[in-house]
């Protein structure tokens, strides 16, 4: 079996979510699954291949051992920990340190402005040496936690409390490799549209598009994940730029055989600035790549798998005039966990003509309440726009 599989790619399943659509994606296909104890705990469908942790690690061992895809980055504590003598923990700090990121390429853009430390450092500076507005972060993070913009004094304050607070509320809910508030980056602002692509590295490492989307906000200040879509329009216009803009990222870092979610800025000249790439992975909870499928009929997952190029010109045929967009529901009502009985998911689904799927997630364990995939007409923006501003205590009670 090791032989059979020395070149086929290997898939991480782990916490927080696995979709019935990767699950399903992985049995029907004859995709080997390594069995962590993580992916035992994450009901996949019977029939599902799986390969021990000893024999994973002893086929990595090869040269020219196959691709790595995680659906979730919890899987790189596993990966760091069992894999020290690949290359691989380095590619992923590479990415998933933003301290490391901005070094590394810093030969791309040498004007721009970062320093990290620690909360406690970073609080001593003056802002008379910063450049407002900025963005701070954790160096090591997921999402939107503990990301905010900082404009004045004041401002600065009020951040430094407020991140405290998110601290103390999220920091056991992931890994230290995935969210590490031990040390945070301070960045000058990105401006422009914002965009996310999942891409992959392919063996001769050219970058693949798989998806782009657009990462609306409700306003300038705004720095949530509420609203993103994609449609043929936005593909078109960014396709050729954004695979030219990941190849030069990839070759910097050298990689290979390596799946990444990448989130970057189009300013009003046209120039590509890239916010981050997260690596092993598309959308965290299996967003992305899932609406991708409702949106375009191709399966991600499966084309890393199979080392595939999504055919574009036809995989966009009749999709004029329609976004397809994913909604975050995250907490954001202001109202505390446990003064909230339940979420009106059928409330929230009557305030969409096409809704393509909802996802249910346990609020009480994080801080979301779920995931929804849309259909939506040009002439209907308005549907998401009100999303996009709700703070949604009109769903909870």
Request: charged share 25%; proline share 6%.
């Amino acid at each position: 079996m090791m032989a059979h599989l020395k070149d086929v790619p290997m898939f991480f399943v782990d916490k927080p979510y696995v979709s019935d659509f990767l699950k399903r994606t992985l049995r029907d296909n004859d995709i080997p699954v390594v069995g962590t104890p993580a992916a035992a705990q994450m009901d996949l469908y019977p029939g599902t291949k799986i390969i021990s942790e000893s024999d994973t690690i002893k086929m990595l061992r090869e040269p020219g051992h196959p691709p790595i895809y995680t659906n979730s980055e919890n899987a790189i504590g596993w990966i760091s920990e069992n894999l020290p003598f690949s290359s691989l923990p380095g590619k992923i700090e590479l990415f998933k340190n933003k301290l490391k990121f901005r070094e590394l390429i810093k030969p791309l853009f040498p004007d721009f402005y970062f320093r990290g430390g620690s909360l406690e450092d970073l609080s001593r500076l003056s802002l008379n040496n910063l450049p407002t507005p900025f963005i701070i972060k954790p160096a090591v993070g997921f999402m939107s936690m503990g990301v905010y913009m900082v404009s004045g004094s004041e401002e600065w304050v009020e951040t430094l409390k407020a991140i405290a607070r998110e601290i103390a509320e999220v920091e056991t809910l992931y890994p230290e490799s995935v969210l590490d508030t031990g040390t945070f980056i301070i960045e000058q602002c990105i401006e422009g549209e914002e965009f996310a692509i999942d891409a992959y590295f392919d063996s001769e490492g050219e970058a693949v598009v798989l998806n782009i989307l657009k990462h609306v906000f409700a306003s300038a200040a705004d720095v949530s994940d509420r609203v993103y879509i994609s449609s043929k329009e936005i593909i078109e216009k960014n396709l050729a730029d954004f695979t030219d803009f990941a190849n030069n990222i990839g070759r910097l870092a050298d990689v290979k055989n390596f799946p990444v979610h990448i989130e970057l800025r189009r300013d009003s000249d046209g120039i590509l600035q890239p916010i981050e790439v997260n690596p092993m992975r598309f959308g965290g909870w299996c967003t992305t790549a899932d609406l991708t499928y409702h949106a375009y009929g191709f399966n991600p997952y499966l084309y890393y798998y199979e080392q595939k190029r999504p055919d574009w010109p036809e995989l966009l045929q009749g999709k004029e005039g329609k976004s397809y967009g994913i909604v975050v529901l995250d907490n954001s009502t202001g109202v505390d966990i446990a003064d909230i009985r339940s979420f009106d998911y059928e409330g929230l689904l009557t305030r969409f003509r096409k809704p393509l799927e909802l996802r249910k997630i346990d609020f009480r364990e994080y801080p979301v309440f779920g995931f929804l995939f849309t259909e939506t007409d040009k002439d209907n923006f308005a549907e998401l726009k009100e999303i996009l501003e709700s703070d949604l205590k009109e769903f909870i009670c």
